[in-house]
């Protein structure tokens, strides 16, 4: 006999003028090595046909299963119900565009995302097909993968203070998409192309250092690592600027 | 097909808002140092135990040198530029206060909480800092007798005693999260900051206890 | 209701709808690509293990050519693929890879001096050449003569699919997420675009263009075992199979693997048993060694899973509330072993299961794994049957695969199938025009809408559409897995014939405005029944083993009657594909020969065109 699980599911359907938000309860017994990916799709299957919510890989690597599972963001397909309480309370992930129940538009937001930080590299070479790959060291080759493992799943966004106050605000994954162009010598943009799209109140310099980002992110990637790299960044290159502009002959000094 | 990133590059970005950030740094750099210097001084009192010479030394050092006469309004006028630069930050707005607290509220994580209470902490400090600076600009010099009257009064003993711990989580709060934001602090030493800042706001907390201790007790009012 | 014009409408946004609309779009035509989910998260993002690419660079693939990499693919298929196309893929996939890179894809590099490696538990060493450092690396994968895999880290399809991703957001390429193509618009010649249902708002939309491509991956989800996505149901080769004109290419071939966790099923990789890893069963006892002596749990992927499944069968399952499982024990490995070198598995364990490894056995069953059919496709991509209509990726049958693919070469499909074909498609584009006829587009939106409105009105009756879905993919995961044999294919068919009627008379059980997700499966059941159908009914008909397709009853590949492609279409009214045949290959560089590995039982064919007079052709 498993433990029974109450399960507190927030449901909202926007498409329908008579639905109200409000709290649901669902129960099931607890099985071996249950994870929430288990126990919703058992929910919908078995109790209430019409519960939203989004899998796809089941497996922690496609991001679409976010949620604020007991008030944190999380992945819920490698959420096991083992690891909480019996009683378990499931919303939305804030921020994003309710769909409905505890499904958002995480496409659309991050699709501007990319487009925000054109994200994406800037060069002017043209690829030659005969030719040999430009070479890297191995190490940098791992150091980028470190910062492209982000799944887009938007738990950072969700954590992120700033983000749920001003809903223009970039967020953490953007600033560790751009970190990942800034390391990539492939890329030719320099600071300035970098400065003009994160260094303002919306971007690096709105970040108010909350941290939420950093402690759920579930791909663990290094955020708080590249928040600070791009603000010091981002505000030296002002301040350089700054003196070339103020002290005489520093306009010269520049390429 | 190509992108047009060179044609980019030609166009001066907007600094404003980078110059500002800077700038709140190091407002909040020069408030956290003078906040821990003007500790030294009143806490100076303690040295001899509430007999004052300490401290009406270097208070006439520096009323003599003029810098308390300058530095003063210097002071409450970096703490404004502080506090219109930080306050940039800050939510205003109805909808957003609301969504910070309840965002806060259920995410339950520190260094959340810890952004919230600098916010709050701001205000006393602001409304009670100025009562503070005016009362005492407006009396000097600075006397170790002076402060002890003013204290064994009783109310500015009250102002003190809740004033002081708001200063100093926000100070200590403050420098941490300038150690984060500028990516001093990093994910590796994260915790050993941490942990100095509540170390350096609990030894802060109870200097200013004992000092006010010094002043409510051991000092000969005049 | 919203219409949106477009030259090419790429349904599916993995790597290879993307790669497709990424070639189409920077040669200025206009595209917009459907997917069911945002596109990053297309199923292409769960490969880990790599792509092949006959770069050579690292030491261990030293000597790797393009002809090579042929042979490999040739010999995988089982001589099931057409070699003309294979001949074009290994041409095409170090440009396609080296290509990637230029994009931003941080491959693994070479690193120059001494390193080590496992086999059989064993460590080995390797020296890399200086004058290689920094150029593309390469793994070991299974069925390769060389090391031939490119990989990053454990991310391949991740990154792949980010990068092309980001292609598609520099050329500015309309993507439409969240929506879900549910009928072709045809006139019984030319493909006009789709139906789509809207998953967000639950509306019907439009899209009408000039070309239309299928690229939505795999059909895994008609079984109930599978390492596939969630979403990975067939929606596009149904769409195609309703038509009654396009065919299904050899949906016979499904590949099983043998290591999925239970329950959910995702896949732990083969390194285990590479590196030592053992198979247990119910009583804590090693099989393996029973049925396959010689290789034991190293013997191939299907072999494997084929004993497995023979073993479970016999009772000697470990019973769960999610069915018998095997373990798979790799405790002896050491943790310093499990901890570097099978780091990957540590953490699906831990994480999906809360197993350690290293101190408790892994449960696993063998799950289905890739489909090798799909839409059939001619060399350009164009599906055969209708003007205007083409495929790439899983969904298609373009036919590099034949009846197995190698690990490594599906994702390598994907981008070069993309470059290759949306090429293609753009020059087919040049100059086309098509006239949307108004009463054949309204015609198919009429059938669409009265389809919904009957099923949420259980118009037709009120079969509960899970319960049909589980219904299929019992009869699938029971009767044609890895083990197929006359008798069990024939029950089967015979069941899912019976499923087939039920499938018809699904009626929603209770009604939501919106996306409503009970409504999205019910509209694809009565699809997913035929196509499983399809798979069960071709796999009944091919009396011969060929690669995955493995039937106890007919052990031997038959080249004599066999050498041939399976065409499934489905008539309107039928309760059974229609099958036709056509010979796989127009070209013969490899003349069928043994493959040096599995069971090598031939009956040999005498055709001329395919053994040419002895002399093998060359192209
Ligand atoms: C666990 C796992 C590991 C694998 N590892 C490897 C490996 O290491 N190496 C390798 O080479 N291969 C591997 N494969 C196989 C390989 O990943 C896939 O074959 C390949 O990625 C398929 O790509 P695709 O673009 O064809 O389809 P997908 O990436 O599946 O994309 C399908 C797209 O179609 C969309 N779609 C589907 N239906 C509809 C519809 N009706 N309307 C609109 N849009 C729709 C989806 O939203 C999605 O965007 C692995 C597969 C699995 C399951
Ligand atoms: C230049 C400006 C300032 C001067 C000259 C000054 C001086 C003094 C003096 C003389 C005392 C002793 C108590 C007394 O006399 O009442 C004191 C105590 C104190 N001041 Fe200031 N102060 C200044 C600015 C500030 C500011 C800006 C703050 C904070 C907002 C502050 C917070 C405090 C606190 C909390 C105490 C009590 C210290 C304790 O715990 O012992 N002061 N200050
Ligand atoms: C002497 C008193 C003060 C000291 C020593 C002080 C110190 C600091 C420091 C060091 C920081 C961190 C700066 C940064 O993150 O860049 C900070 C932040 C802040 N301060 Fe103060 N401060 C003082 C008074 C005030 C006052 C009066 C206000 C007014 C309301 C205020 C409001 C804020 C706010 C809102 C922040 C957060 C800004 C952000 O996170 O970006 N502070 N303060
Ligand atoms: S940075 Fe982490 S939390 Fe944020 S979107 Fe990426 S994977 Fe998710
Ligand atoms: S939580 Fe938000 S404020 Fe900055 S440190 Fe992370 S982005
Ligand atoms: S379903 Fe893909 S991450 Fe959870």
């Known amino acids: 006999m498993g433990r029974p699980l109450k399960f507190n599911i927030f449901r909202y359907n926007p498409e329908d003028p008579a639905s109200v938000p409000h709290m649901e309860s669902f129960h099931l017994e607890e099985t071996d090595a249950m994870t929430l990916y288990i126990a919703l799709n058992r929910i919908r299957e078995e109790q209430d046909p019409t519960l939203m919510f989004d899998f796809m890989c089941r497996a922690g690597i496609c991001g679409s299963c976010a949620m604020m599972i007991n008030g944190r963001p999380d992945l819920a397909c490698h959420t096991k119900t083992k690891a909480l309480p019996a009683e378990i309370n499931l919303m939305p992930l804030p921020v994003f565009k309710l769909i409905g129940d505890l499904s958002v538009d995480t496409g659309t937001w991050f699709r501007n995302m990319n487009e925000r930080v054109r994200s994406y590299i800037h060069t002017d070479k043209v690829f ?64 300035d192309d970098y400065f003009e799209i994160v260094a303002t109140d919306d971007g690096i310099f709105g970040c108010l250092g909350l941290l939420g980002c950093e402690d759920v992110c579930p791909k663990d990637i290094p955020l708080q ?11 030296w290159a002002s301040v350089r600027h700054l003196f070339d502009k103020i002290l005489p002959g520093g306009d010269a000094k520049k390429k | ?174 420098a941490y999260r300038i150690g984060v934001k500028w990516g001093w602090i990093k994910r590796s030493n994260r915790q050993f900051f941490h942990g100095l800042e509540n170390k350096i706001t609990l030894i802060f907390i109870t200097i200013g206890v004992i000092t006010l201790f010094t002043f409510y007790v051991l000092v000969k009012p005049m | 209701m919203d219409t949106f014009y477009t030259d090419l409408l790429c349904v599916g946004a993995g790597l290879a709808g993307e790669r497709v609309a990424v070639a189409a779009a920077s040669q200025g035509f206009e595209t917009i690509c459907l997917s069911i989910v945002p596109p990053r998260r297309s199923h292409s993002s769960a490969a880990q293990g790599g792509m092949q690419a006959s770069l050579g660079h690292c030491c261990m693939g030293e000597g790797d050519c393009p002809d090579v990499h042929f042979a490999d693919t040739v010999k995988g298929s089982d001589w099931g693929c057409d070699q003309e196309v294979a001949r074009m893929f290994a041409e095409t996939a170090p440009i396609a890879v080296r290509e990637m890179a230029f994009w931003g894809i941080p491959w693994n590099r070479v690193v120059a001096g001494k390193g080590t490696y496992y086999k059989g538990g064993k460590e080995y060493e390797k020296i890399e050449k200086k004058e290689k450092e920094g150029l593309i690396t390469a793994r070991d994968f299974g069925g390769t003569a060389k090391w031939r895999t490119c990989y990053t880290s454990d991310g391949t399809g991740h990154t792949l699919l980010f990068t092309m991703d980001n292609e598609v957001v520099r050329l500015g390429v309309t993507v439409h997420d969240r929506v ?60 195609a199979l309703d038509t009654g004109i396009v065919p299904i290419g050899n949906p016979e071939a499904v590949q099983f693997h043998p290591t999925g966790i239970v329950p959910t099923n995702i896949l732990v990789t083969e390194g285990c048993r590479g590196d030592g890893g053992t198979l247990k069963d119910v009583n804590g006892e090693r099989f393996m060694h029973i049925y396959e002596p010689g290789k034991q749990e190293l013997a191939s992927r299907d072999v494997v899973s084929r004993w497995m499944t023979h073993h479970i069968r016999l009772g000697k399952g470990v019973p769960s509330p999610y069915g018998p499982h095997l373990w798979l024990d790799i405790r002896h490995l050491g943790e310093k072993h499990i901890k570097t070198k099978l780091r990957e598995v540590e953490e699906i364990c831990n994480e999906f299961l809360g197993v350690d490894p290293i101190t408790q056995m892994i449960p696993v069953r063998p799950a289905q794994h890739y489909s090798m059919g799909g839409v059939r496709t001619n060399k350009d991509g164009a599906a055969y049957g209708l003007k205007g209509l083409f495929s790439a990726g899983e969904a298609a049958c373009w036919d590099m695969h034949g009846f197995n693919r190698l690990g490594g070469n599906s994702l390598a499909e994907t981008i070069v199938a993309g470059k290759i074909v949306g090429e293609k498609i753009a020059e087919f584009l040049q100059g086309y025009e098509v006239d949307f006829k108004t009463a054949v587009v309204k015609d198919a939106v009429k059938k669409q809408e009265e389809r919904i409105d009957r099923i949420i009105k259980g118009a037709d009756g009120k079969e509960n559409v899970y319960e049909v879905r589980n219904a299929m993919q019992d009869q699938l995961m029971d009767y044609v897995g890895i083990f197929r044999n006359g008798e069990d294919l024939k029950k089967a068919v015979d069941n899912l014939q019976v499923i087939y009627e039920r499938s018809q008379k699904v009626g929603l059980r209770s009604y939501s405005l919106g996306a409503n997700p009970e409504l999205a499966l019910a509209l694809k059941i009565r699809g997913m029944v035929r196509m499983a159908l399809c798979v069960a009914y071709a796999a009944l008909q091919r009396t011969e083993s060929r690669g995955a397709h493995a039937r106890e009853d007919y052990p031997e590949r038959n080249d004599r009657d066999w050498l041939k492609r399976t065409l499934a279409t489905w008539k309107e009214g039928d309760s059974l594909p229609t099958l036709e045949y056509e010979k796989p290959s127009k070209v013969w560089e490899i003349p069928p020969g043994e493959r040096g590995y599995g069971v090598a039982k031939i009956i040999c064919t005498e055709d001329p065109e395919v053994c040419g007079e002895k002399k093998p052709e060359t192209n």
């Open chain 2, 1 to 174: 097909m190509m992108s047009d990133q060179t044609a980019v590059a030609q166009v001066q970005p907007v600094r404003t808002e980078a110059y500002l950030d800077f700038l709140q740094m190091l407002s909040g750099v020069a408030l956290v140092m003078f906040m821990w210097a003007h500790m030294i001084l009143v806490a100076s009192v303690n040295l001899d135990l509430g007999g004052g010479r300490v401290m009406n030394w270097i208070a006439h050092f520096f009323e003599a040198t003029y810098m308390a006469q300058i530095g003063g309004p210097m002071i409450a006028l970096v703490m404004l530029a502080h506090f219109v630069l930080a306050a940039r930050k800050l939510p205003f707005k109805a909808r957003e206060q609301k969504e910070m607290w309840r965002h806060s509220v259920r995410l339950n994580h520190l260094d959340t909480w810890l952004w919230v209470i600098q916010a709050v902490t701001a205000f006393i400090i602001l409304i009670m800092g100025c009562i503070h600076m005016w009362t005492v600009l407006t009396d000097l010099p600075i006397t170790a007798q002076k402060s002890g009257a003013r204290i064994q009064g009783g109310w500015w003993m009250l102002f003190y005693i809740f004033l002081l711990p708001m200063i100093e989580l926000h100070v200590g709060i403050g």
């Open chain 1, 128 to 191: 030659d097909p005969n030719a040999d790959e430009e070479r890297m060291s191995n190490e940098l080759a791992d150091e980028i993968y470190e910062l492209e493992r982000c799944i887009e799943c938007g738990c950072c966004v969700a954590a992120c203070g700033k983000a749920n106050m001003v809903p223009n605000f970039m967020g953490a994954t953007a600033f560790n998409r751009v970190a990942r162009f800034m390391m990539d010598p492939r890329d030719q943009r320099k600071t």
């Open chain 1, 225 to 235: 690592d590249q928040l600070g790299m791009l603000r010091r960044k981002m505000g």
């Open chain 3, 180 to 239: 879900e193509a549910i009928a072709l618009i045809h006139d019984g010649e030319t493909c006009m675009g789709v139906v789509a249902r809207c998953l967000k708002t639950g509306k019907l939309r439009n899209y009408l263009a000039k070309a239309t491509l299928i690229a939505t991956g795999g059909y895994g989800r008609i079984y109930r075992e599978t390492t596939n996505a969630v979403i990975n149901d067939g929606s596009g080769a149904i769409i």
